[in-house]
């Protein structure tokens, strides 16, 4: 059982997680009390509200006041845009929602970055001070170390939230919301708060005041994507992470060539299985409640070329970085320089999102010259036109993703050049049968992952649509048997969802 103590306090060692039993019995408890009161929008929403704040609570402790600044500054921003009647007050308020959002963001992903950059170009010794720990220890005594910076929990997807927002407004394509209560609920909506999908003002908004409405095949459809995301995330992501990947990025030296190899294609279904797992369960979880969340990945191991992998992969992150980034840096329209200028532009900066480190910057260089070759190769060579053709297609852009997952999964540079030269010089062929002997059910799981993973999307729509139309004491009894088999299969620790980090 559990204490009131470890329901209401912020533990840092358990932030609250959707793979945990205690979020099941949460959300079951809220979601009994929403039925009562679901067909009242204003009571509803206020509830759904409250909730979302105290789940970000449970995530984030003290970073809690951090969400509830952003709501506030964008909330202002956006009627200062609006009522604004000239273009330079407009801009104005606009640059405090940049500077606000961005600095925000900067401070907390990017100082150690940026301090240890100039310690190392200026040879001098400053150390990075935590400013908010500063004011807190002055203000309210609290024992903050103030120079411990830690990244709160989802600050970079609600962050591009609230500055679409903004930006929306300026641009003419969105009204304020009327209500601090209706864009609080916006910008802290619990399912995709901490690791998304990046939903648009435009996008959800309006559903705010909509009434309750969940058909039966609606609600199948929800619980349907809620087990597939575990599944995806306890079943293969966590079991492939502990027991193999985890293991060989963390000493690639001592495994041979083939070892890092499995482990370059492990990771590669494991953040796919463990960020889609994710992005699964929120837009289940808010289907249940009555809202549609954007669609965020859409089988992107299945593309035929890097531009197509970013039309499938994070699609709300791809998108926004097109929309508010690359289009205002002029996008294709200033000629083939500046297009090619600003693919790189958009991608360097789409590394930098994920992280404040070197190996973060380049693996967005190389999916900027990536997409920036096949802009040029596209336009004289179309490999699409037979079906090998294809499928070579699929294979070459599948191992350049690959590759680039090293850096995102490698700890520095050096362990990425240690597995690249490994591959390459020590692949041990002769001790292939005896390392998948060994290692059995972890490439067991790695390959029905990728075998799921590209099973054509008719057939994934048909075996949904069996769960979603079948009586509902079947539909109790699947979930069930696969709540149990993944609590059976589940580490000892729990994981976090690896975009947690960033």
């Known amino acids: 059982m559990f204490s009131w103590e470890q329901i209401f306090n912020y533990s840092a060692k358990q932030p609250l997680l959707f793979n945990q039993y205690f979020f099941l019995i949460l959300f079951t408890v809220m979601f009994a009390g929403y039925t009562l009161i679901n067909k009242q929008v204003r009571i509803r929403n206020l509830y759904l509200l409250l909730f979302s704040l105290f789940f970000y609570y449970k995530c984030s402790g003290f970073y809690f006041f951090l969400l509830l600044f952003s709501t506030l500054v964008d909330y202002g921003v956006g009627f200062g845009i609006y009522l604004a009647k000239q273009k330079w007050k407009k801009r104005l308020y606009l640059y405090i929602s940049l500077f606000a959002n961005i600095g925000l963001l900067a401070f907390f992903k990017y100082s150690y970055f940026f301090v240890e950059s100039v310690n190392g170009w200026l040879g001098t010794n400053l150390e990075a001070v935590n400013f908010l720990a500063v004011f807190a220890n002055g203000a309210f005594g609290t024992g903050f170390d103030v120079n411990d910076i830690i990244l709160p929990v989802g ?15 300026y641009r003419g394509r969105l009204k304020p919301c009327g209500n601090i209560f209706d864009f609080a609920f916006f910008v802290s909506f619990f399912p995709q708060l901490v690791a998304g999908p990046i939903v ?19 609600f199948g459809t929800a619980v349907f994507l809620i087990m597939a995301g575990l599944v995806k995330k306890v079943v293969i992501s966590d079991y492939i992470s502990v027991n193999f990947v985890d293991r060989v990025f963390e000493t690639p030296e001592i495994y041979s060539g083939f070892m890092n190899l499995m482990a370059v294609y492990g990771y590669s279904i494991q953040i796919y299985c463990d960020f889609s797992g994710y992005s699964d369960i929120a837009i289940g979880l808010a289907a249940l409640l009555g809202f549609k969340l954007p669609i965020n990945f859409n089988g992107p191991y299945k593309s035929q070329s890097l531009t197509e992998f970013w039309r499938r992969w994070h699609i709300s992150l791809s998108t926004w970085l097109r929309d508010y980034l690359y289009i205002s840096l002029g996008g294709n329209r200033k000629g083939k320089i500046r297009t090619y200028a600003n693919l790189m532009i958009t991608m360097l900066l789409g590394g930098l999102w994920h992280g ?5 910057i380049v693996w967005g260089a190389l999916h900027g010259v990536g997409l920036a070759v096949h802009r040029m190769w596209s336009k004289r060579f179309n490999m699409a036109t037979t079906k090998v053709g294809q499928i070579a297609a699929v294979i070459i852009t599948f191992h350049f993703v690959a590759f680039t997952w090293m850096y995102f999964r490698a700890s520095d540079m050096p362990t990425v050049a240690s597995m690249g030269y490994t591959i390459l010089t020590d692949f041990d062929s002769g001790g292939i049968l005896s390392r998948i002997v060994a290692y059995w059910r972890v490439f067991a799981l ?50 976090p969802f690896i975009y947690f980090q960033f």
Not at 155 to 169: E, G, K
Not at 207 to 216: D, G
Not at 356 to 360: L, P, T
């Open 446 to 495: 790695m390959l029905i992952g990728f075998v799921v993973h590209m099973l054509p999307s008719n057939l994934k729509n048909r075996v949904q649509w069996g769960f979603t139309e079948a009586p509902m004491y079947v539909k109790i009894l699947i979930f069930v048997v696969v709540i149990f088999g993944i609590y059976q299969a589940k580490s000892a620790d729990i994981q």
């Open 155 to 169: 600050i970079s997807f609600y962050t591009f939230q609230t500055l679409s927002y903004s930006i929306d407004i």
């Open 356 to 360: 404040a480190a070197a190996k973060f």
């Open 200 to 218: 648009r003002a435009a996008e959800f908004l309006p559903q705010i005041k909509r009434p309750y409405y969940l058909s039966r095949s609606g």
